[in-house]
């Protein structure tokens, strides 16, 4: 190959300029992503291990009234009261075993405060209405020991909830004490793993721990980097030489 073909067939400077126009920004981009997943990586882990000691601390008495429920955060609690079976809330696809049913959220009416809210836990699709688990529906006094859990927040796919139809996708906290009559707590009380008599609603339904995916993120954001990197390296370094060597051989 002639020296002029080789010349032609080499990136030119006009094409070096865009080369690195595109790819050094992207490398910086593709750097940020990796870092702040990394960033993300080391926040999630602390919250996590914060929740884990604060479910696994001793179990106390809810305050009477708590009007900053952040201290009490995934801390085990009993409380005594009564529930209001009769203003029955159900949380909506909801997962236990594999299987889609609801959380059912109870007003809780306590003797030495004001009224909670409680998940009692999961219970079938079968099972939604409360003729169907007669023997969980205690009544009279009753020493609940729970979680204390912070309200929820909709997702970008969660559906609007339904209060018209008694049906709730996720744990709006005011809609709800609205929906039992109830002074609007910011948080709830997450019932425990305790058998309940019939075996229904099954406690214990609280994710303690965050789900967390970021070091996959942080593999791929920092691996598309090196790649980017290395042809861009392999790209600016071609020269003529090399295209008259591939021709020779």
């Not at 009559?181 to 793993?193: E, H, N, R, T």
């Not at 008599?197 to 789900?211: C, D, F, H, N």
């Not at 942080?218 to 295209?243: Q, S, T």
């Amino acid at each position: 190959m002639s020296d002029d073909r080789a010349r032609r067939r080499a990136p030119s400077d006009r094409a070096r300029r865009r080369a690195t126009w595109f790819a050094i920004p992207g490398i910086i981009v593709l750097l940020a992503l990796g870092s702040w997943q990394v960033h993300r990586l080391m926040w999630k882990t602390d919250l996590n291990e914060e929740r884990r000691a604060q479910f696994q601390a001793e179990a106390v008495m809810l305050p009477a009234e708590l009007d900053d429920p952040t201290p009490y955060a995934y801390r085990r609690v009993w409380l005594e009261g009564q529930f209001r079976h009769e203003a029955e809330m159900f949380l909506a696809a909801r997962t236990f075993d594999r299987r889609v049913g609801y959380q059912i959220i109870t007003p809780f009416e306590r003797a030495d405060g004001p009224a909670v809210l409680v998940n009692r836990g999961w219970v079938p699709l079968d099972n939604k209405e409360p003729e169907t688990r007669l023997g969980g529906q205690i009544q009279g006094t009753y020493r609940l020991e729970g979680v204390v859990v912070p309200g929820g927040r909709a997702g970008w796919f969660t559906p609007d909830n339904e209060p018209e139809n008694n049906i709730w996708f996720w744990t709006d906290t005011e809609a709800l004490a609205v929906e039992a009559g109830i002074l609007a707590p910011s948080f709830l009380v997450d019932a425990g793993p305790a058998p309940n008599p019939g075996g229904l609603p099954i406690g214990g339904q609280t994710k303690v721990e965050l789900r967390s995916e970021h070091m996959q993120y942080i593999v791929i954001w920092y691996a598309l980097a090196i790649g980017l990197a290395v042809i861009y390296a392999i790209y600016m370094r071609r020269g003529p030489r090399e295209y008259e060597d591939e021709d020779a051989a």
